[in-house]
């Protein structure tokens, strides 16, 4: 067998078993859709570098003077959170709120964004406003961005990315072992792209439409117009300029958020009669 050959063939079993090593861990399960996951990092760690995060942020932005639409950030935070709260204390469930702490702000930016850091500080940009201009589509954006922080989903990519980065240097020394510098050097970048657009980037697809569903659930708990969801993202389709295909990006395409919330409405509303 070539050295060629062989390089591709261990690259191949690495990368698999790894691939298939990572998908079979989990340590605890995500709120609302009972996903298995995997956290290395405490809470109190992650809350840690939020709060530094959200001190430069906010040092270093201005906040909307436009006092409607701050207004109506606030009252659709506040609401959600009040409900998702009410819920999760109805459900036996108060440990996912621990150490959480929300704030809802609206800054000068023209970019049609929103986020949100992993202690609970969300965050929209005046850019996005004008396409929400009712209190159901802000909700979509919270319930989405809230629907994060519930996940734990920045605490997962931090573990999931440190797991890659570890195995990438285990596996390259493996394999330096066995073959030319020439041949590590390529493996190490077929490793590279490899983890990234096989694993970490539809990892990051998974997180977007799990923020999707439990936002939907927040909409739904909180009395907001769940069918409101397909609208919003319907608007942000309609507002972008170019796209990526989706294999290449860390969120799924438009129409797929649709037709993903689109199923998830039954379900949605039956959380409306509990």
Known sequence: MRKSERFWKLTSRILAAFLLGMTAVSCSTVAFT????????????????????YSQLMATSVRSADTKSTAAVSEV??????????????????DVLNGISWSFDLVRNSQANAFCLPNGRVVFYEGIMPILDTPDLVAVVMGHEMGHVIARHGNERMSRQALVSFAGAVAGQAVGQKTSQNVQALFEAAFSIGSEYGYLLPYSRK??????????????????????ATLLWTRMSQAKESSVPEYLSTHPSDANRIRHLEKLQTKARSLIAR
């Open 77 to 94: 935070g506040r609401r959600m959170t009040a409900a998702l709260r009410a819920y999760l204390t109805a459900t036996g469930q108060t």
């Open 207 to 228: 997180h977007e439409y799990e923020a999707d569903e439990i936002g939907l659930y927040l909409m739904a708990i909180a009395g907001y117009d769940i069918s409101q």
């Open 34 to 53: 009972g996903r298995s996951r995997l956290l290395l990092y405490s809470d109190s760690e992650i809350f840690s570098l939020s709060n530094q995060s």
